[in-house]
């Protein structure tokens, strides 16, 4: 299967960046969901597929309506996420969260777009990360505040632990608008372990290995624990914990 680029930047003035150039060869699998006006709906996406993986999902949320997108990427081959919420009614609200682990020779490509687009909407995202091996991963995350948005609100986060030096981080955040009366805040946090949890866990009788364990998945417990499939969600743990004791 010829490889395609799948995720980009929404802003044709920003691929320089050398960011939109991340390609799949892998079936892409398409998901279409509609939250009507004042109905709240938790939808989960978990990838722990050996083989290579690409997902496109489109949310619309409607007046009222609140959609809440909880993504978890565990798997061993490449793995291709491309995600769009389009908040359209008025005082809609989307919260994004996600945790990747990537290890080996893993690609990661990670395009989650907020579209807000309706009056007094709120948008979160919040996504955490943990590299290690010769993964190379491209994170672009977009608040895109359209007009007629007078109101609303967003934030947008990504932190990423660093465990080895092999690996290729590339993250980016972005902000657009094109209305005045609206308020957005994008951040990334990207570094290796806290010496000094490592040196606590460690003189509490843990080795080194099970101390940086432990952290990571103290990092990523508080999105893995809002997966609602209590089968899924351990699945997802035994795996992260598995790889992270490898």
Known sequence: MDEKIFGEIPLR??????????????????????VP??????????NLAAENVARRIRISVGSGARV???????????????VEI??????STADLEAVYFGDGNRRLDFNYVIRQRGKRTQA??????????????IFRGTLDFQRGAKGSTGRELEEVIILSSGTRNRSIPLMLAQDDDVDGHHAVSIGRLDEEKIFYLMSRGLDKAEAERLIVEAA??????????ENLRGELLDSLQRRLAE
């Open 13 to 34: 003035t920003w691929r320089w960046l050398g960011v939109n150039d991340v390609k799949t060869a892998a079936q892409v699998e398409e998901q279409i969901i509609d």
């Open 220 to 229: 990523f417990n508080p999105v893995v624990e809002k997966i609602p499939d």
């Open 124 to 137: 979160t995202m919040n996504v955490r990360g943990a590299l290690s091996d010769s993964c190379d991963k």
């Open 37 to 46: 006006d004042g109905e709240t709906k938790t939808l989960a996406e978990v």
């Open 86 to 91: 389009y908040l359209r009614g008025d005082d």
């Open 68 to 82: 809440e997108f909880i993504s978890a990427d565990a798997g061993s081959g490449n793995y291709s996420a491309d």
